[in-house]
Each structure stands twice: as C-alpha cells, then as structure tokens.
C-alpha cells in the first residue's frame, strides 16, 4: 500500500528487454535506499514494482510485457516518481493507493491559473469513460502516482473530464510540472470507491 506522497524524483537509466518485458534499473537520490531491502515494493509513476537488487544509490526491478501494456513512462529512460511502500504506523498524508494503474488518461490542459495568489496550477485529463463512475468531486485520484483532488467533473460518451489544481510545491517534488498537453498518464481511482463500487455490483444481482 501507498499513499500518493511522492518521496524522491529518480532517473531511469536503462530499460532492456528481457523475456517479453523489461529490466530497469532506476538511479535515487542518495540515502533514499537505506530502509529498503531486496524484494520491497516500490511505487514507480504510481505503478507497484519489486526491488530485485539493490547496489547504493541504484536498484533493479523487472516489469512484465501486461504492466508495460496498461501503464505508460516505464519503458524508457527518465525521470520517474517514487514512493516506498507504508508502514502500518505511517502518517497517511494522501489517500490509500493500492499501486495498481487503472486506466491511462490524456492532460488536455497545463497552465498556470491566472491571477491565483498562491501560483496553482490547472491540469485538465481525459480519462477513460469507465472510471467516470469512480470520479467525484472533491474525491481523490493518483496521477503517475501523485495523490491528488478532483475540483472538477464533466462526463461525455466518450471520456470523463477531471480538473485538478496543483501547487508549486507539488510541482517542484514530483515529474508533474514537466507534463504537457498530449501527453500520457497513468490514473488510479480512489481505492473505496472500488469497494463500494464492487459491492452495489454484487447486490443488484
């Protein structure tokens, strides 16, 4: 579990093939690796992977051809989010996050909002039509493994309108203020939603 606090920016530096998936070995800031051990899960652009070695301030992982197919910013090198896995007795400053990617959506909209006293920014996403359902405003969604608040929702036939305000801070410390229009994202829906979603399922029939 996860989440959705950003701990380090690191750097993909290699990708290679491997079976019909990759080897990737990511660069951390120092330090960041000195409470992880071998076979610890570690959130990568909001995706859950496992460290297979660990050598100072680097470490391996192996991402199979499915992972590679429903995420995106895994296959080259990078800059890349991270976040270690909790602990049970972690402050839990985002919103629990599973690391399991949902959908990919499209930023249709990057700017800074005009005349805004603390220099937010509006970041505008199409995700896909069937998480609509899992969208609420004021809810939460992970962006490339960011915890973040829907502000707004607007749903079409063909996709779900979601607006989220960003703080610089949130920019500074994540992959996010590198984003623009037309680029790829990886989503997360709300892990409760998912529950009551599944159980409203499970009772109608």
């Known amino acids: 579990m996860f989440t959705g606090i950003i701990t380090a920016v690191g750097q993909i530096k290699s990708a290679q093939a491997k079976g019909d998936g990759l080897h990737l070995v990511v660069e951390v800031p120092d330090t960041y690796l000195d ?14 992977m496992t460290a297979t070695s660990l ?22 090198v990078g800059p ?11 402050r839990l ?8 990617v949902d959908g990919i959506g499209e930023v249709m909209h990057f700017s800074q909002v005009a005349d805004d006293a603390y220099g ?17 405003y004021k809810g939460s969604i992970v962006v490339n493994g960011v915890s973040l608040t829907v502000n707004k929702i607007e749903d079409s036939a063909s996709n779900c309108i979601v607006d ?5 801070h949130t920019l500074e410390n994540t992959t996010l203020g590198r984003l623009q229009q037309g680029d790829a994202v990886n989503l997360e829906i709300d892990l409760i939603a ?11 029939k």
Request: glycine share 8%; net charge negative; proline share 3%.
């Open 164 to 168: 989220i305000n960003i703080i610089p």
């Open 194 to 204: 998912r529950y009551i979603a599944r159980m409203l399922d499970a009772q109608a």
């Open 93 to 100: 400053g985002g919103h629990l996050v599973s690391g399991h």
């Open 55 to 76: 050598d100072g301030n680097q470490f391996s992982l192996d991402i199979s051809r499915e992972s590679l197919n429903k995420t995106v910013g895994l296959d080259q």
């Open 120 to 136: 937010s920014w509006l970041l505008r996403i199409a995700a896909p039509r069937e998480l609509a359902p899992f969208l609420a």
């Open 80 to 90: 890349v989010n991270l976040e270690k896995a909790m602990r049970l007795n972690d």
């Open 35 to 48: 409470d992880v051990a071998l076979g610890d899960s570690i959130a990568i652009q909001g995706a859950c």
